[in-house]
Nanobody, 123 residues
Framework: QVPLVESGGGSVQAGGSLRLSCAGS????????MGWFRQAPGKEREGVAT??????NTYYADSVKGRFTISQGKNTVYLQMNSLKPDDTAMYYC??????????????????WGQGTQVTVSS
């Protein structure tokens, strides 16, 4: 069973919106934090937004602040992306962890990952 399953990716024009969804599994039910990461061709994976189950604390990359919003449900996490730019083009991954002992946007701190959903923004 895949720990996390993403959906909602697609192709949009600059200025458009997309909403990504991520469904957890029994592996992620006790996760303390869940988040979204992205990786463009030739670049390292980077943190986009994360949320903690206790207190709904959220963290965003500077590049997406004011445009993206992360939210959570029961063992699920969402990413509302508005005012999309071509630089947002990447494979987007959902991740979760039980300990969350690393910095919130550090991919190294997440144990469970989805297979990714592609987001393509054209100019």
């Amino acid at each position: 069973q895949v720990p996390l399953v993403e959906s909602g990716g697609g192709s949009v024009q600059a200025g458009g919106s997309l909403r990504l969804s991520c469904a957890g599994s029994r592996y992620t039910y006790s996760s303390k934090c869940m988040g979204w990461f992205r990786q463009a061709p030739g670049k390292e994976r980077e943190g986009v937004a994360t949320i903690y189950s206790s207190g709904d604390n959220t963290y965003y990359a500077d590049s997406v602040k004011g445009r993206f919003t992360i939210s959570q449900g029961k063992n699920t996490v969402y990413l509302q992306m508005n005012s999309l730019k071509p630089d947002d083009t990447a494979m987007y991954y959902c991740a979760a962890d039980r300990a969350c002992s690393y910095a919130p946007l550090n991919p190294a701190g997440y144990t469970y990952w989805g297979q990714g959903t592609q987001v393509t923004v054209s100019s």
